[in-house]
């Protein structure tokens, strides 16, 4: 059956990527319809609102969201595909392409995925000024001090939660399966010194992986992690980790590539899923043509699979790594001097010159 895919191409430089891609998108997928939900300044203008509830039928009607990236306005729509669909699962690959910009002298075969709590940790945002919680007579354990001692400041709580933990172990495990690969869990956090919080990720995680024992499983203090992730990237597959880690070490991630402009990313919940590329909105090339639209190609590919269009994304996957071993087309980030138009126009060639994969 034909899809709908919804659109919302985001702010700064999000655009010059996005558009080129739909379009791009559009010609291998002639039946599927694509809507732009009206949001941000325009629907602000509009709606006196940067999410009407227009938009949010929108989404909700469409099977999927391919989503730019957003400095602000588009802020909104984004909360509620995150936290209202319940996407909870972050997926971030970081795969080695032949010709990319890798820093590694060796970074063949580098091929993990980061798979990040999307909803809790201290991306709940709930802050607020200390006072508010004197009356927690609280003292810490490291610090030893009560809240009344530290004057004016501020906090954040950080979210742990019993089911948002064990569903996203799962799914991380799920996942090890799926890609069949080293066949490896790592869960990632800081449970020295966040006993509460992330020691208990860390020991619901461990009680999750008793039901996959074909897996091999290991867990890494966040600094650690990041570390290996640079000196011996190839060793990872799997990396489920909270919230805040997840973000970071998913720019370790895209730095091992070269750049940010490699950062695919999708956001799985149970009946919705969303795309994004994992990086911002580079607002400092703005208006000058040359974000690399790799990350947001890598995104449609996991849209493509989540839309069972198998053999489409393989084929748009081939293309782009096509064009790195070429090595001709690749956008400032990656080393050249190619436009992001240049780049999409050279995956479109590829996609026309290699055999088609047989659905
Ligand atoms: P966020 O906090 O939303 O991740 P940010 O402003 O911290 O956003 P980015 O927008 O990701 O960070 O940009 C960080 C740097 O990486 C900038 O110099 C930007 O130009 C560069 N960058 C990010 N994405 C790309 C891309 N796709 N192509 C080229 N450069 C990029």
New binding site residues.
């Given amino acids: 059956m034909a899809k709908t895919i919804a659109v919302i191409e985001g702010e700064?430089?999000a655009p010059e990527?996005i558009r080129p891609v739909v379009e791009l998108l559009s010609n291998l997928l002639p039946d599927a319809s694509w809507v732009y939900p009206e949001v941000g300044e325009s629907a602000m203008s509009k709606f006196s609102t940067t999410f009407p509830p227009e938009a949010r039928e929108c989404i909700d009607s469409a099977d999927t969201t391919l989503f730019g990236?957003?400095?602000g306005p588009s802020g909104a729509a984004l909360r509620y595909l995150r936290w209202g669909k319940e996407t909870f699962a972050n997926v971030r690959p970081c795969k080695y392409m032949t010709g990319c910009s890798s820093p590694l002298q060796s970074p063949e075969g580098i091929d993990f995925v980061i798979v990040r709590e999307n909803l809790e940790d201290l991306y709940v945002g709930m802050e607020g000024g200390l006072g508010e919680l004197e009356f927690l007579e609280k003292v810490g354990r490291t610090a030893r001090r009560n809240i009344s001692q530290y004057g004016t400041g501020r906090y954040a709580v950080k979210v742990i939660t019993e089911a948002g933990t064990q569903r996203i172990v799962r799914f991380a495990c799920e996942l090890a399966r799926k890609r069949n690969s080293k066949r490896k869990v790592t869960c990632v956090t800081k449970h020295n010194m966040l006993s509460e919080t992330d020691g208990y990720f860390l020991e619901i995680a461990k009680g999750i992986v008793g039901d996959y024992l074909d897996l091999e499983f290991e867990s890494f203090i966040v600094d650690d992690c990041a570390c290996r992730l640079v000196l011996e990237p190839q060793a990872f597959d799997v990396v489920v980790t909270p919230n805040l880690y997840g973000?970071i070490l998913s720019?370790v991630a895209g730095g091992l590539l070269g750049?940010?402009?490699?950062?695919a990313s999708g956001c799985y919940g149970q009946n919705y899923a969303y795309f994004e590329?994992?990086?911002?909105?580079?607002?400092?090339?703005a208006g000058t043509n040359?974000?690399?639209?790799?990350?947001?190609i890598l995104s449609a590919v996991m849209m493509l699979e989540y839309l069972d269009y198998e053999s489409i994304a393989r084929q748009l996957y081939r293309a782009t790594e096509h064009v790195y071993q070429q090595g001709i087309s690749l956008?400032?980030?990656q080393g050249g001097n190619a436009s992001t138009s240049d780049f999409v126009d050279a995956v479109g060639d590829c996609l026309e010159r290699l055999p088609r994969i047989p659905s």
């Fill in positions: 700064d430089s990527a990236s957003t400095s973000d720019d750049s940010l402009g490699m950062a590329p994992a990086h911002g909105t580079a607002p400092d090339i040359t974000i690399n639209p790799t990350a947001t956008t400032p980030d």
